[in-house]
């Protein structure tokens, strides 16, 4: 309760103080969108609770992705700074998102793709953290709360993706708008500084021909369309996890 | 309760009970330097990585946890079914689930990333968390064991004695059914996911918990000199038998099984054939020295009553209980996952990879440091308070009890 009323405080102060109130009376709810090829993502207003009435997903298209998502994953690098850990030796290194290369071995037939967190709607790992750390937000967002994260590693033990990360020494230069944490846990949040702003997540600006990003509840959305349209692979279907991250061409 | 000529005694004030403090001491002062050496300059300093997140540490922790809901078995045979030969043992049996039970925890708090955030595990819960149960399940275990020492201690409380060894006996049944699915509740892994998980940990805890005991038994008696018959030893002995067969029938069905589903037959052909370190600790060190030779240690009648025969099945029950949680742990950790089944991944981050793993001694050192600390505390229990019978020689012990 406590914490919902600090939010509360917090959403007032920011509004009254950027003036964003004026903003949103013109246009109450969404009152910035940021519309491309890659997507959408209407900008929510600091006042309004994320709710369950969208969830977030992307399609990547992997037969568009000439280098198999190597640009996307120097996107998020960049982005969130998960790449320097100097003290760690290679197993040790965080990896928010992984080029993966797959070969049949019966057909031999091969391709390439981006593993990253897959922002499942029934995560594993969000069922197994003892604190409850390891969370889903409303909208979809798979993430790590690292302020009671106890660094137990449950989580990684099980997520089926290998998408999660251990911190493993004392960090510096940290993205004030992604800050990490020496001794607990660590994956892809989707960008969710940038989803909250309405830009697109980082890795999906960075392929905007390959990667489209939006409202997976939305009929309508673009990603909703393609799907419709493509249809979308999970990793580890089978599973029965369905994920918000798909995949064509796999 | 007891048989009439039990009597309880502290054990005397003695030069070794203080060279034993000293020696375990020692070994405490490794484990804390461990910890905050790993505290401070973060894990990079183990030999644990992404891809095997729990290590060493968690092998000794989990032998300590299983072990200790084990080691209340002697006190509920007595207790629950009521034989009562096992029921002098009783005390020591709950001191030593307690004392297993807190060394094997602070291994595993003092791996945490954050163990500092320990007060958020206990009141942040996810209840749908087979962790967040176990931490209830923890201290539950800790609280009915120390009521049930209360009620074999304290002449006033003797009416709770059976219900409080009941309790105590279905909490840990319920305890090592939750230890085992913290494996068995990991629906990615293959080597993992399955029921089984849960009574194989039960019997595993019945191995680990009786040998232990004997150990302690043994020495406690022989270094405060005592009289240990082997009318009691012999009960212990054939029980650990019992026990020791029941893993290898619960193996044999857990690896039955994985060889005939042909999703987990990569992950079982890893551990059973092509596993390197995998495969031989599970053939050499927990079928051939931790259950055969125990086993025919026990059974070969030349070595019948022969308390070194007894005492080094024990030990290699022991032994072969360590690397079968090694083997469990880390090498179903060792095969990659499987992101797409039938296909060759290979990635820069170790992706279709046999994953490696090489402890540090900064983790053997915290291991070794849950142990002594578990036996720190058996050793000044039984020297503070009236834990152990001044005598179990054949003839105090009633031998011809049901």
């Known amino acids: ?250 | 309760m007891a048989s009439q000529s039990i009597i309880f005694r502290e054990t005397k004030q003695g030069k070794g009970f203080y060279i034993l403090l000293a020696v375990l001491g020692a070994f405490l002062a490794l484990g804390a330097l461990s910890f905050f050496h790993a505290e401070h300059h973060g894990h990079h300093v183990t030999g644990m990585n992404n891809q095997i997140v729990w290590g060493l540490p968690h092998v000794f922790a989990i032998f300590l946890i299983v072990a200790a809901s084990g080691a209340l078995n002697v006190g509920s045979i007595g207790t629950v079914f009521g034989k009562k030969i096992y029921q002098p043992m009783g005390r020591l049996s709950a001191l030593l689930a307690i004392s297993l039970l807190v060394g094997g925890l602070i291994v595993l708090v003092l791996d945490l990333g954050h163990a500092d955030r320990l007060i958020i595990a206990m009141t942040h819960y996810n209840f749908k968390s087979i962790f967040a149960w176990n931490i209830i399940l923890y201290n539950g275990f800790l609280v009915l064991s120390a009521i049930y020492i209360w009620t074999m201690m304290d002449r006033k409380a003797k009416g709770f004695y059976k219900p409080a060894g009941v309790a105590a006996f279905t909490w840990r049944l319920i305890l090592t059914t939750g230890t085992g699915s913290i494996f068995g509740f990991l629906v990615s892994r293959d080597f993992y996911n399955s029921a089984v998980m849960a009574p194989l940990f039960i019997v595993m805890s019945f191995v680990f918990g009786l040998a232990v005991f004997i150990l302690v038994l043994h020495f406690t008696y022989k270094w405060t000199g005592r009289e240990l018959g082997d009318k009691v030893m012999n009960r212990l002995r054939y029980l650990l038998a019992v026990f020791i067969a029941g893993v290898l029938l619960m193996e044999l069905a857990r690896h039955l099984t994985g060889l005939y589903i042909s999703q987990r037959i990569g992950v079982e052909t890893f551990i059973l054939r092509d596993g390197g370190i995998y495969t031989q600790l599970f053939w050499v060190v927990q079928i051939l020295l931790g259950s055969i030779l125990p086993l025919s240690l026990i059974f070969c009648r030349k070595l019948k009553d022969n308390r070194l025969a007894l005492l080094l099945a024990a030990g290699f029950a022991i032994l072969g209980g360590f690397a079968q949680l090694y083997v469990i742990l880390i090498g179903g950790q060792a095969y990659p996952l499987t992101l797409f089944p039938g296909a060759e991944v290979s990635s820069d981050y170790f992706d279709g990879a046999i994953n490696g793993y090489t402890p540090s001694v900064w983790e053997i050192m915290l291991g070794v440091g849950g142990v002594a600390l578990a036996l720190v505390m058996v050793t000044i229990g039984v020297k503070v308070l009236r834990f152990l019978p001044e005598s179990l020689s054949d003839a105090v012990a009633d031998p011809h009890s049901k």
């Open chain 1, 1 to 250: 309760m406590s914490q919902n009323r600090v939010d509360e405080y917090r959403r007032k102060f920011v509004t009254a103080l950027g003036g964003v109130a004026a903003a949103a009376t013109v246009a109450p709810g969404f009152f910035l969108r940021e519309a491309q090829a890659a997507g959408e993502v209407p900008t929510r207003s600091l006042d309004q609770a994320v709710t369950s009435e969208k969830r977030w997903g992307m399609l990547i298209d992997i037969t568009k992705l000439t280098d198999g998502g190597a640009g996307m994953v120097e996107a998020c690098k960049k982005e969130h700074g998960w790449d320097n850990n100097p003290l760690s030796r290679d197993d040790q290194k965080a990896h928010w998102a992984r080029v993966v290369n797959v070969k049949d071995k019966l057909t031999g037939h091969s391709f390439s793709l981006p593993v990253m967190c897959q922002h499942c709607e029934n995560p594993p790992c969000v069922d197994v953290c003892p604190t409850g750390a390891s969370m889903k937000r409303a909208d979809g967002i798979v993430q790590v709360n690292k302020h009671i994260c106890i660094g137990c590693r449950y989580c990684m033990m099980a997520c089926p993706y290998k998408a999660r990360s251990f911190v493993h020494e004392p960090l510096t230069d940290q993205r004030s708008y992604s800050p990490r944490g020496m001794g607990t846990v660590e994956s892809c949040n989707m960008c969710i500084h940038r989803i909250d702003e309405g830009r697109l997540p980082a890795c999906v600006e960075a392929a905007p021909d390959a990667v489209i990003f939006g409202d997976l509840n939305d009929p309508n959305s673009a990603v909703s369309q393609a799907l419709k349209a493509m249809g979308g692979k999970q990793i580890r279907a089978d599973l029965n996890l369905n994920t918000g991250v798909r995949y064509h061409g796999i």
